[in-house]
């Protein structure tokens, strides 16, 4: 029963720090494209004003010259893999406005 339990947190936990890792990229995208992360998120999430994962994630992005590139494809791909459909949307649309 216990093991269960642990694999269950092991599980979760690992989740929650990949998601994180997840809009880590996002935010770090935007920077390097000199958007607003959370601009962004909010057109595709807009009752999610004030998210925390977000907001630790954008304390965490360098400057655009310090960062590397993170490609359009990476981006769309994490956001996909997180079932982020909303954000992936308006992150396409940004990025058919750039070419």
Do not use: R
Not at 13 to 37: G, R, S
């Amino acid at each position: 029963m216990d093991d269960k339990k642990e694999m269950e947190e092991y599980i979760i936990k690992n989740y929650q720090k990949d998601e994180q890792m997840m809009i880590l990229v996002f935010a770090q995208w935007c920077v390097n494209h000199d958007l607003d992360p959370e601009d962004l998120y909010l057109k595709a999430y807009p009752d999610q004003a004030g998210n925390q994962s977000l907001k630790q994630a954008i304390e965490l992005t360098v400057s655009k010259q310090e960062a590397g590139d993170v490609p359009n494809d990476t981006l769309l791909g994490v956001l996909s893999l997180f079932g982020n459909d909303d954000l992936a949307f308006v992150v396409s649309e940004e990025m058919a406005k750039q070419k």
